[in-house]
């Protein structure tokens, strides 16, 4: 196991090698902090962009006290609370990095909206990788990802090029479906890391249709202002998964899940077809039951004639 775990590292780091020298850099776009909504109110410039976060501090604080005090979140494993406390945290410092950047978007203050991202997606990886692979494999995770995300963002700081970034926030986007859906789950209601997974990618478009919804909705809400609010769902979901889950005893994947229940609609429409065919035979034994049928006016006239011979 440790050699294919060893392996595995090595190859994941010659695949990032690899990617660095065969693709071009990617610098930050300066249009990036030309958002369509610069409205300001009540003193406050791009005033919905920094009040959108303030969501993410709800979320962050609910969560951390739920996950110290009354076990109500039941993590039992100690990774998974080192875990979990630095997804919350960074949910948390969310709003003040987003909001601290909107006030006057620029590529310093960017720095502080996208390290506490990093920090929650990295976390999230971990908890995954105790939940679904390996519970001491995951714990030691925590510290290499969150340094591999806060790597990304000092890269991209000082050389101006996204790629470990982008890498540090679209592979998990992809890994956490895939592997929610296959990986045979250590709790129940895992679905909503699915409801988490869409609201995520929900926001990217409405981030990327920044400008189009703010014309759609006649200058009331741009598609920033909604990606914020949508990616506060994240969080939320996850935390009602904590709240509700419970130890799963039967391992089994959602996917295996998904193909038991077709596999019963489709049995269940092969019975609904064989009742129809039996059905079909009712009539012929009922037949002998069934009462003469009424005298049509040739068979009277056929009687009568017998009767007169």
Avoid at 92 to 107: I, K, Q
Avoid at 130 to 145: A, N, Q, V, Y
Avoid at 186 to 201: P, Q
Wanted: with cysteine; charged share 15%.
């Amino acid at each position: 196991m440790r050699k294919r775990t060893i392996w595995a590292w090595v190859v994941a780091i010659i695949c990032f090698i690899v990617l660095m020298i065969v693709t071009p850099a990617i610098p930050q776009s300066q249009q990036y902090h030309q958002f369509a909504d610069q409205r300001r109110f009540l003193g406050i410039p791009n005033m919905l962009n920094v009040v959108s976060n303030f969501p993410f501090f709800v979320i962050g604080v609910i969560g951390l006290i739920l996950c110290y005090h009354g076990n109500y979140f039941k993590l039992s494993l100690q990774g998974e609370l080192w875990g979990w406390t630095c997804f919350y945290i960074g949910v948390a410092a969310v709003a003040f990095g987003s909001s601290y950047y909107h006030l006057e978007p620029n590529d310093a203050r960017l720095v502080w909206d996208r390290l506490p991202m990093t920090i929650a997606f990295t976390s999230i990886v971990a908890i995954f990788i105790i939940e679904r692979i390996d519970e001491r494999k995951g714990t030691i995770s925590i510290i290499p990802l969150l340094l591999a995300g806060i790597i990304s963002i000092c890269y991209w700081r000082f050389f101006d090029d996204l790629r470990p970034y982008g890498l540090v926030q679209f592979v998990p986007c992809i890994a956490i479906p895939v592997m929610a859906i296959l990986m045979p789950p250590m709790y129940t209601h895992s679905t909503y890391w699915l409801w988490a997974a869409g609201f995520y990618l929900l926001a990217k478009v409405e981030e990327a249709a920044d400008k189009p919804i703010y014309e759609w909705t006649h200058h009331i809400l741009s598609g920033h202002t909604l990606k914020h609010l949508c990616a506060a769902m994240v969080p939320v979901f996850l935390t009602l998964m904590l709240a509700k889950r419970d130890v799963d005893t039967r391992r089994i994947s959602l996917f295996e899940v998904w193909r038991l229940s077709w596999s019963k609609v489709k049995e269940n429409g092969t019975e609904v077809e064989n009742f129809s065919y039996t059905y079909t035979t009712v009539p012929l034994e009922e037949s002998q039951t069934q009462p003469p049928e009424s005298p049509t006016p040739a068979n009277c006239l056929i009687e009568d004639l017998h009767a007169r011979q």
